[in-house]
């Protein structure tokens, strides 16, 4: 049995891959500076809206991190986050509009992003669609001929 160490000869990604992560990590930034000095000074003013721009805040975090390492775990980890996104990001905007009283100050998600462009609303279906399309199990067995199997290429 021969001992050689195999080597890693991808080259690193370019591309709409960089730019997701790059936006990703300056939404990341953005809403946990933006959640953490709202809750610093007026927690007490709107502690849901406050505290769900500091989840919102962790969950670009952990998108982030795990959308700039490609391997096996790390995609998981990155739908995962992305998803949640996803349904944070809609169900909250939903409800900003159906019960306002509850969100009296803005959140990253409160009217679907409105406050930032609508960028939080269309950043995890970006985010969904790179995850897709990126899929290295997806791309090998289109590769080989194959279906496609399953978001994750399984």
Do not use: C
């Not at 992560?21 to 927690?43: D, E, K, M, P, T």
């Not at 989840?55 to 980890?77: P, Q, S």
């Not at 969904?128 to 199997?149: C, D, H, M, N």
Request: hydrophobic share 50%; proline share 6%.
């Amino acid at each position: 049995m021969s001992s050689q160490s195999a080597t890693d000869t991808r080259r690193p990604a370019h591309g709409a891959g960089r730019i997701l992560i790059l936006v990703y990590g300056i939404f990341a930034i953005a809403a946990l500076a933006r959640s953490i000095v709202q809750l610093a000074r007026n927690a007490s003013e709107a502690p849901l809206a406050y505290g769900l721009s500091l989840v919102a805040a962790i969950i670009y975090v952990v998108a982030t991190i795990a959308l700039a390492h490609n391997g096996r775990r790390m995609r998981k980890v990155a739908w995962t986050a992305v998803v949640i996104e996803m349904a944070g990001v809609l169900s909250i905007g939903l409800l900003s509009f159906l019960r306002p009283e509850l969100f009296p100050r803005d959140t990253v998600w409160s009217h679907f992003g409105s406050g930032y462009g609508f960028i939080p609303l269309v950043l995890p279906f970006v985010g969904v669609w790179w995850l897709w399309t990126s899929s290295p199990a997806r791309i090998g067995r289109l590769a080989e001929g194959l279906p496609a199997k399953g978001p994750a290429g399984r």
